[in-house]
């Protein structure tokens, strides 16, 4: 509901708007009831629609890069490496034990993913990491 001051001939008025369907509005004015018929009907506004034209090309397909043979062991979360039980070239199973990380007063085990062997170990015993940091690569 809304509502209004007028003013007309130095005398106030107070308009409150009860309700409005299509061209007949129920207001009231200092307490009296009235309804009003509209000459012209209130536009309603609407939403706008995007219209988009066609593309003049067709989209190039995209192109995908040969998948990297090696898998990289991050870090989970930031702490310091306890321990390595792998060393470069040995052969590895899936879950086996790569390395110990303490974090928070706790010890971490960081397992393979997947079968491999060890590329590159990017990280000493005694060494702190963060989060996201590589720590082991296979192939």
């Not at 409005?20 to 506004?45: A, C, P, R, Y």
């Not at 010890?107 to 993913?113: D, G, K, P, R």
């Amino acid at each position: 509901m809304k509502s209004y001051k007028f003013k007309v001939n130095e005398n106030g008025y107070t308009v409150n708007i009860k309700s409005h369907e299509d061209n007949v509005i129920n207001l009231e004015v200092n307490g009296t009831s009235f309804d009003v018929i509209m000459s012209n009907e209130i536009k309603k506004t609407k939403t706008p629609r995007l219209v988009r034209s066609a593309s003049k090309q067709p989209s190039a397909p995209l192109q995908t890069t040969p998948k990297s043979a090696k898998t990289k062991i991050i870090a989970p979360i930031p702490g310091t490496i306890l321990s390595l039980n792998v060393k470069v070239g040995d052969t590895i199973k899936e879950n086996d034990l790569l390395l110990v990380l303490e974090a928070m007063k706790m010890e971490n085990n960081i397992t393979a993913e997947k079968s491999g062997v060890v590329a590159s170990i990017q990280v000493e015993v005694g060494q702190q990491v963060l989060q996201d940091a590589v720590l082991i690569e296979l192939e």
